[in-house]
């Protein structure tokens, strides 16, 4: 298993044990770490979990909602970031194209 993989697994563990120590499923936590997909989105859920204690799953499932459109923003504007980055290079630089004559 690598490093990445291994990380994964104790951060899913981590947050359904977590979730089931507040009385919720073991379910509810597997769900929640597959939606949230990396370490870093799980250990935000965990700092909620662990700080807001929540007393419902609509709670945490709201939650994790939240934390997958922050992650999705994060992403997209990543992407137009570069695209950005690009298109401007374009416009500083050329196409390359005038390199030939």
């Not at 597959?34 to 662990?50: C, E």
Request: aromatic residues 6%.
């Amino acid at each position: 298993m690598t490093d990445n993989r291994m990380e994964w697994a104790r951060k899913r563990d981590e947050l359904v044990d977590a979730v089931k120590r507040l009385g919720f499923p073991r379910e509810l936590g597997e769900q929640v770490a597959k939606q949230l997909g990396s370490p870093k989105a799980m250990d935000r859920m965990l700092a909620y979990l662990y700080n807001v204690k929540p007393r419902t799953a609509e709670l945490i499932v709201d939650e994790m909602l939240a934390i997958c459109s922050d992650v999705d923003n994060w992403h997209s504007k990543k992407a137009a970031e570069e695209a950005n980055a690009k298109y401007n290079e374009i416009l500083n630089y050329g196409l390359g194209a005038d390199d030939e004559e």
